[in-house]
């Protein structure tokens, strides 16, 4: 463990360094690259798989099952440039991706520096090292998909921890599941004067967007609906041909994703019929198409990876509590394998903006959390 603390100053630097490749999701090669040359000058032999995942396999026998220690390589926004990604007073990063999930990859990145080999003297798991893509916005988990569902490895890993963000104080242990749509609604268009009276593609999802703001959500489950993205048009004096939205509908429980998905349909339906009811010239089409789709998950009955990192926090008297949240973890956790998402340590902010900072101040306890959990899976049947 003093290693951790002899070595911090290394580790900062590699933050700094991979969170300076820019990863928007769909675009991660050159961070899949950056890091598989870290991994193999550290000793190792990572491969990058079918999807784009950096794997790093550490094995002590063919013959038993892997703990899988994974951390998304995407972010939300990525820097317009190396000096985009800061280094301000006390070491604190600032920039897109610094915590999310700059700290995940960071602590990755040490694990494979201090952990070369078997951690345990007869070891019952070996390890797998995965840098995966597409945790962010549309990628819908297709990394993680992939490991746990396609991948070389699916049928020997029994266990995953996911490292996402900083915080100690939160341990994932269930699941909120997503359903994404993009609503797209096309009209014949045309000239703000002279053709006033066709159907409007943008007052329709005007229209659909406000039915689906001002529906009474449920609570029990309960039930999110946000719209984050509207397109369309391309003068202020043209009707435009053209108009889109990309809905994100979240709860923790399936039944509240089916009602939420209810709800959309139904005021795109409204939405459609209302713009038709008033023009002259009705709307030529209209599309939601499911654009994502992450499953939701209880608490599994029995959960060792939680479990072995509530008695480690106890060790190092970390205040930390179960919750739920929509991470990699949703993927193991919805086939019913044992997993976890725990930050690296740390502290960060305003994620997925331009503002995101992280201190690294408090990272070697984050560390010391790790690797004592994965010594203690690597020991445990």
């Not at 007869?122 to 090292?129: H, I, Q, V």
């Not at 991948?151 to 100690?168: C, E, N, P």
């Not at 949240?325 to 690296?344: E, F, H, K, Q, Y």
Request: with cysteine; proline share 7%; charged share 20%.
């Amino acid at each position: 463990m003093e290693q951790v603390v002899e070595h911090r100053g290394w580790i900062d630097a590699q933050h700094l360094s991979v969170c300076r490749v820019p990863a928007p999701t769909f675009r991660e090669r050159a961070r899949a690259r950056f890091l598989a040359e870290v991994f193999e000058g550290l000793g190792h032999e990572p491969e990058i798989d079918a999807v784009g995942n950096v794997v790093v396999p550490i094995v002590s026998s063919q013959d038993l099952p892997y703990l899988a220690v994974t951390a998304h390589m995407d972010t939300a926004l990525a820097p317009s440039g190396p000096e985009q990604i800061r280094v301000g007073p006390f070491g604190k990063l600032e920039g897109p991706g610094v915590t999310d999930n700059g700290a995940g990859l960071a602590a990755l990145i040490a694990i494979a520096r201090f952990v070369t080999g078997p951690l345990a003297e007869k070891p019952a798991r070996n390890l797998l090292l995965v840098a995966n893509v597409g945790e962010e916005g549309e990628g819908d988990l297709r990394g993680i998909r992939h490991l746990v569902s396609e991948s070389a490895y699916k049928d020997r890993t029994d266990s995953y921890l996911v490292v996402d963000g900083s915080s100690l104080g939160h341990i994932t242990v269930s699941a909120i599941g997503s359903r994404r749509f993009e609503l797209v609604i096309e009209g014949s268009g045309g000239h703000s004067w002279n053709d006033f009276g066709r159907a409007n593609p943008i007052h329709a999802v005007a229209q659909a967007v406000t039915r689906m703001s001002t529906a009474r959500l449920p609570w029990r489950p309960k039930v999110t609906l946000s719209v984050g993205v509207i397109d369309g048009g391309w003068s202020v004096n043209a009707i435009p041909c053209r108009a889109s939205a990309k809905i994100d509908i979240r709860s923790a429980d399936p039944a509240g994703l089916a009602t939420g998905e209810r709800i959309v349909k139904n005021a795109v339906a409204a939405a459609v019929a209302a713009e038709n009811r008033m023009s002259t010239e009705p709307l030529v089409r209209h599309c939601l198409q499911e654009i994502g789709n992450r499953p939701a998950a209880p608490p599994l009955d029995a959960n060792p990876v939680a479990e072995c990192i509530r008695a480690v926090d106890r060790h190092l008297r970390i205040r930390s509590s179960p919750e739920s949240a929509s991470t990699d973890a949703n993927v193991p956790l919805a086939a019913g394998i044992p997993a976890v998402a725990v930050g690296a340590g740390g502290e960060g902010g305003d994620a997925h903006s331009p503002r995101e900072w992280y201190n690294p101040a408090g990272r070697e306890l984050g560390l010391r959390r790790l690797i004592l959990a994965i010594a203690t899976m690597q020991q445990a049947p």
